[in-house]
């Protein structure tokens, strides 16, 4: 069962340059989320989406577009990276029918901005 | 708006002591309530939920009951192994998001040494 796949697993770049990350489940999950994971900060909301076609900003999205043409892909795109965006990010996804539904992660892209 | 606070770590305990990570909520609606682990370079994972006052959550020896007199759902185990070594997250799913997104608490990260 593959779940959650995230690509790549690390990158690191260089300021000003653009990048996707790639999420992508197998579930047949409407709901799609993105994180970002910070030392010592749990982790917060950059945008998710409730199916093909709809998504929203969450707790922290400047810096940050998506899309969402498909059900199971959700990528995430960095136009201008700032070290500001030094972090890991993880996709998460879940069936969304209710709210005591888990949220299924995957394994996360490290990302370095130098 | 919605907010978990869990009580900070690193926590360092001895094979087989007796665990808890405290955790309390704040919530406009009427959250479902989740521990997620997240283990060493890995995604989070569900390890437990409850969905309503008095509901107890458990697996893998560990269990958490929902107290809605206190807003708390502190996560529990008797004996803690080498293995439960992890970061552990608190958080909800409140109705008033509408969108089933998870408010995390900042992370507590378990140490357990032989």
């Known amino acids: 069962n593959a779940g959650v796949t995230q690509t790549p697993k690390f990158r690191i770049l260089k300021i000003g340059q653009s990048m996707t990350l790639q999420c992508a489940q197998d579930?047949?999950?409407?709901?799609m989320y993105w994180y970002r994971q910070d030392p010592g900060m749990g982790l917060k909301l950059i945008y998710y989406?409730?199916?093909?076609?709809?998504?929203d900003k969450g707790e922290v999205p400047n810096g940050y577009n998506v899309s969402r043409s498909t059900t199971e892909d959700f990528p995430l795109r960095l136009e201008l990276a700032a070290p500001s965006q030094t972090s890991v990010y993880f996709c998460?996804?879940?069936?969304?029918?209710?709210?005591?539904?888990?949220?299924?992660f995957g394994d996360g892209t490290r990302l370095s901005i130098l | 708006g919605d907010s978990v606070t869990q009580m900070e770590g690193p926590v360092t305990l001895s094979e087989e002591a007796f665990l808890t990570i405290n955790c309390t909520y704040t919530?406009?609606?009427?959250?479902?309530l989740f521990w997620y682990v997240q283990y060493p370079g890995e995604g989070l994972q569900l390890l437990l939920k409850?969905?309503?006052?008095?509901d107890k959550g458990s697996n893998k020896g560990f269990e958490a009951t929902y107290r809605k007199e206190t807003t708390s759902f502190h996560l529990e185990k008797g004996s803690v192994q080498v293995s439960d070594s992890a970061v552990y997250f608190c958080?909800?799913?409140?109705?008033?998001?509408?969108?089933?997104?998870?408010?995390f608490g900042k992370g507590t990260k378990l140490s357990v040494i032989p």
């Open positions: 998460a996804s879940s069936d969304g029918q209710g709210l005591n539904q888990p949220q299924h």
């Open positions: 579930m047949n999950h409407n709901y």
């Open positions: 989406s409730v199916g093909a076609g709809i998504t």
């Open positions: 919530a406009t609606g009427y959250p479902s």
């Open positions: 409850a969905t309503k006052a008095d």
């Open positions: 958080a909800l799913s409140d109705t008033g998001a509408g969108s089933y997104q998870l408010t």
